[in-house]
């Protein structure tokens, strides 16, 4: 049986980001997942700094770098999917110059990417990487109908 009741996509800002159309964002996002052949309960997106996310990798991760995004999983196997994805806006700043890119465009990719990994894919080989690249590629395409 079908389920009507929408996924519930949150946005918070322990650093300050203009997010538009946050609406039509978090549609999309329900999108991805139905694309994908994945059910979605729940999905928190935190937008934090590189202070914060480099605490959060060496506290759960025991990883000491920056990095751009964590995503953690919620909900067991063949359940809903429910996750908290935290996002380092100094990390999505400088990717986007570094990659001559918009800071919109690539806060897009990063919130994508970060969906992607619940929906599956991973990016630790060079094969992985370049399908997680063709896909956020894609779905960056398709949001912003270019």
Known sequence: MKSNLRSDIRF???????LRDRSELKRFIETLFKSEKRSLKSLNYIFCSDK?????NNQYLQ??????????????????????IYISIDRVKENASDHKETF???????????????????????REKSIMRVKEDSYLNKYFRV
């Not at 800002?13 to 203009?18: A, H, L």
């Not at 914060?52 to 959060?56: A, D, T």
Request: glycine content about 8%; overall charge neutral; some cysteine.
């Open 52 to 56: 914060r996310l480099l605490s959060i």
């Open 12 to 18: 918070f800002y322990e650093s300050k980001v203009n």
């Open 104 to 126: 919109t465009r690539e806060l897009h990719r990063v919130i994508f990417h970060g969906a992607l990994h619940l929906c599956g894919y991973r990016d630790k080989t060079k």
């Open 63 to 84: 990883h000491n770098f920056y990095t751009d995004i964590i995503s953690f999983g919620l909900s067991g196997q063949g359940e809903p999917t429910e996750a908290e």
